[in-house]
Nanobody, 116 residues
Framework: QVQLVESGGDLVQVGGSLRLSCVASGSIVSTSAMAWYRQAPGSWREYLASVTSSGTTDYADSVKGRFTVSRDNAKNTMYLQMNSLKPEDTGVYYC??????????WGQGTQVTVSS
C-alpha cells in the first residue's frame, strides 16, 4: 500500500519562495517515478514537474526556471522548491507516485496561496 503525505504549503507574497515535501511510504517508492501537480480553484489538475527513480527531471513550461523538483530516496521524500512565486501559482499542490505498472497514487494535497 502506497501513502503520500504533502507538506510545506503556506501563504506567501509575490516573488517569495516555498519548499514543498512529499513523504512516501510503500515498498515500490524507490523504483517509481513521482510528480507534482497543481489544481487552482475551478481548474483542472495541472502537471508541474516529475522525477524518475534515477533522478531524471521534467518540467511544465509554466514553471521551468522557477521550480526545482528533487528526491531523496533514502528518506522516500520528493521536494518541490518554488521560487519567484506568482499569484497564478496559487492552488492545491498534489504529489503523485506512478508504479512501473502504471498505477497512480495521490496525496491529499497542500495549499499554496500567493498574495499580491
Amino acid at each position: 500500500q502506497v501513502q503520500l503525505v504533502e507538506s510545506g504549503g503556506d501563504l506567501v507574497q509575490v516573488g517569495g519562495s516555498l519548499r514543498l515535501s512529499c513523504v512516501a511510504s510503500g515498498s515500490i517508492v524507490s523504483t517509481s517515478a513521482m510528480a507534482w501537480y497543481r489544481q487552482a480553484p475551478g481548474s483542472w489538475r495541472e502537471y508541474l514537474a516529475s522525477v524518475t527513480s534515477s533522478g531524471t527531471t521534467d518540467y511544465a513550461d509554466s514553471v521551468k526556471g522557477r521550480f526545482t523538483v528533487s528526491r531523496d530516496n533514502a528518506k522516500n521524500t520528493m521536494y518541490l522548491q518554488m521560487n519567484s512565486l506568482k499569484p497564478e501559482d496559487t492552488g492545491v499542490y498534489y504529489c503523485q507516485l506512478v508504479s512501473n505498472g502504471g498505477t497512480g497514487y495521490w496525496g491529499q494535497g497542500t495549499q499554496v496561496t500567493v498574495s499580491s
